[in-house]
């Protein structure tokens, strides 16, 4: 079943459940990668991320239009209205208004265009900065998408230790429930003490405490993944249980080499440094001239008399040298610098963090690994000494508190291997997460 039918009988089920909860067999199974592609399609970090990257692609159109003529029109239009004005005798002057002198309108269009011949490199400088914006951008892209795939895998295995705990919690459920009426029928027959019933009976009420936490601890988990992968509505759903672990051991040189070569976090932190020396590139030309050609034409229309139409036109090269600006480009210049120191230290800063996370992921990989092989030996020694428990009790040779130390320990052995199937995968994912592989499993 693809990913869209699944999430179609998800919401089928859930309707038909009416919120109902439990096992019932009609649920959708979802694998991890079913987790983490609707986790991707709905993460809005991620989508806010698109954003910024289509911003960047179309600061680079909005560099590059430097190279390209700037043509512009102006239009207008001016009414003109004067008057005449004479003086009156005596001593003082006094103004008055005799009628107008002269009124008449003008309207004006003018057209230019004007060519960038060269710049000394300052265009393309800030072509190159915005090309790195961009290649920063596409990185914090990638890098939310390995953040959203680590935690959906995270939260999946979770769901699945839940899962495991809650079968375990299930099983000792049944199990004591099995011994207390095993106890039940030998004391009727005066085979064994009310003690053994008694035990068998608190036994039967832990093992009810456990599995409703284990079931809680199964929504929690559930509650969580649904939030991840942006389902609001919190339907229900199982997880596919592990087949079967293929463990490799893995080389701690070459998984450094690796991350070095993928960890996106770094690959952005370089292209913002190329970036900071793109930005000083532009900054040291500040006070180094342009060059450019323009031309333009012009239509002057006035209506009065003896004025008429007046056209004109013009072309020349024009060179812009701004040779003092008060300082101002030698400031930029130092803040360019300092921000390309501040890049670079930057870049070491995450090359040791890297290591670290390395280093850190192979060796609880290593752990989680011999935890696993350790469960794997503990399950089957503690269903071994149950069954001998179980074979003494039956036979008169032990008591109750034998079979209840045995069973309590088949339990944690069970819970220990849940928790270890988990450990690993999670401990997987992020060894794969450290080395900036997570994201070519997602297909």
Same mark, same amino acid.
């Given at each position: 079943?693809?990913?869209?039918?699944?999430?179609?009988?998800?919401?089928?089920?859930?309707?038909?459940?009416?919120?109902?909860?439990?096992?019932?067999?009609?649920?959708?199974?979802?694998?991890?990668?079913?987790?983490?592609?609707?986790?991707?399609?709905?993460?809005?970090?991620?989508?806010?991320?698109?954003?910024?990257?289509?911003?960047?692609?179309?600061?680079?159109?909005?560099?590059?239009?430097?190279?390209?003529?700037?043509?512009?029109?102006?239009?207008?239009?001016?009414?003109?209205?004067?008057?005449?004005?004479?003086?009156?005798?005596?001593?003082?002057?006094?103004?008055?208004?005799?009628?107008?002198?002269?009124?008449?309108?003008?309207?004006?269009?003018?057209?230019? %265009?004007?060519?960038?011949?060269?710049? +000394?490199?300052?265009?393309?400088?800030?072509? $190159? =900065? #915005? /090309?790195?914006? !961009?290649?920063?951008?596409?990185?914090?892209?990638?890098?939310?998408?390995?953040?959203?795939?680590?935690?959906?895998?995270?939260?999946?295995?979770?769901?699945?230790?839940?899962?495991?705990?809650?079968?375990?919690?299930?099983?000792?459920?049944?199990?004591?429930?099995?011994?207390?009426?095993?106890?039940?029928?030998?004391?009727?027959?005066?085979?064994?003490?009310?003690?053994?019933?008694?035990?068998?009976?608190?036994? %039967?009420?832990?093992?009810?405490?456990? +599995?409703?936490?284990?079931?809680?601890?199964? $929504? =929690? #988990? /559930?509650?969580? !993944?649904?939030?991840?992968?942006?389902?609001?509505?919190?339907?229900?759903?199982?997880?596919?249980?592990?087949?079967?672990?293929?463990?490799?051991?893995?080389?701690?040189?070459?998984?450094?080499?690796?991350?070095?070569?993928?960890?996106?976090?770094?690959?952005?932190?370089?292209?913002?440094?190329?970036?900071?020396?793109?930005?000083?590139?532009?900054?040291?030309?500040?006070?180094?001239?342009?060059?450019?050609?323009?031309?333009?034409?012009?239509?002057?229309?006035?209506?009065?008399?003896?004025?008429?139409?007046?056209?004109?036109?013009?072309?020349?090269?024009?060179?812009?040298?701004?040779?003092?600006?008060?300082?101002?480009?030698?400031?930029?210049?130092?803040?360019?610098?300092?921000?390309?120191?501040?890049?670079?230290?930057?870049?070491?800063?995450?090359?040791?963090?890297?290591?670290?996370?390395?280093?850190?992921?192979?060796?609880?990989?290593?752990?989680?690994?011999?935890?696993?092989?350790?469960?794997?030996?503990?399950?089957?020694?503690?269903?071994?000494?149950?069954?001998?428990?179980?074979?003494?009790?039956?036979?008169?040779?032990?008591?109750?508190?034998?079979?209840?130390?045995?069973?309590?320990?088949?339990?944690?052995?069970?819970?220990?291997?849940?928790?270890?199937?988990?450990?690993?995968?999670?401990?997987?994912?992020?060894?794969?997460?450290?080395?900036?592989?997570?994201?070519?499993?997602?297909?």
């Amino acid at each position: 079943m693809d990913l869209i039918g699944k999430i179609i009988a998800f919401f089928t089920v859930l309707a038909l459940m009416g919120g109902a909860v439990g096992f019932p067999a009609e649920l959708p199974v979802l694998t991890v990668d079913d987790c983490v592609k609707a986790s991707l399609a709905n993460n809005p970090k991620l989508k806010e991320a698109v954003s910024n990257v289509d911003f960047n692609r179309a600061m680079i159109g909005a560099a590059k239009s430097a190279y390209l003529p700037q043509a512009s029109t102006n239009l207008g239009y001016t009414h003109y209205d004067t008057s005449k004005i004479t003086l009156g005798p005596g001593s003082e002057a006094m103004a008055s208004m005799s009628g107008f002198a002269k009124r008449y309108n003008t309207a004006t269009e003018s057209t230019g %265009v004007e060519q960038l011949i060269w710049d +000394f490199g300052k265009t393309l400088n800030r072509i $190159k =900065l #915005a /090309k790195e914006n !961009l290649t920063s951008a596409q990185c914090a892209f990638l890098e939310a998408q390995e953040n959203t795939a680590l935690q959906a895998k995270t939260a999946y295995y979770d769901v699945l230790k839940a899962q495991l705990m809650l079968e375990v919690a299930k099983e000792d459920l049944r199990q004591s429930r099995v011994h207390l009426d095993r106890a039940e029928g030998f004391f009727e027959v005066g085979y064994r003490q009310k003690y053994d019933v008694t035990k068998a009976e608190v036994a %039967v009420s832990n093992a009810q405490l456990s +599995f409703v936490t284990a079931e809680k601890d199964y $929504k =929690l #988990a /559930k509650a969580a !993944l649904n939030n991840i992968m942006g389902n609001k509505d919190g339907g229900d759903f199982a997880v596919e249980e592990a087949p079967g672990i293929e463990f490799t051991d893995v080389d701690a040189g070459l998984s450094l080499k690796t991350a070095m070569e993928n960890r996106v976090e770094l690959l952005r932190l370089q292209s913002l440094a190329r970036a900071a020396q793109a930005d000083l590139d532009v900054k040291k030309k500040g006070n180094w001239p342009t060059v450019s050609a323009g031309g333009a034409h012009q239509v002057s229309d006035t209506d009065t008399d003896g004025v008429g139409n007046v056209k004109s036109w013009n072309a020349g090269v024009s060179v812009n040298f701004p040779w003092f600006d008060g300082f101002k480009t030698k400031s930029e210049i130092e803040a360019a610098q300092a921000s390309l120191k501040m890049a670079q230290y930057a870049i070491e800063d995450q090359a040791l963090g890297i290591t670290l996370q390395v280093q850190d992921a192979i060796l609880s990989l290593r752990e989680a690994k011999e935890r696993f092989d350790v469960s794997e030996k503990l399950l089957q020694q503690s269903t071994e000494n149950l069954e001998i428990a179980n074979a003494r009790y039956e036979e008169g040779l032990g008591s109750i508190i034998e079979v209840t130390d045995a069973e309590t320990q088949l339990v944690s052995a069970r819970q220990s291997r849940a928790s270890a199937i988990s450990g690993y995968l999670s401990s997987r994912a992020k060894y794969e997460k450290s080395v900036g592989i997570i994201s070519q499993s997602i297909k």
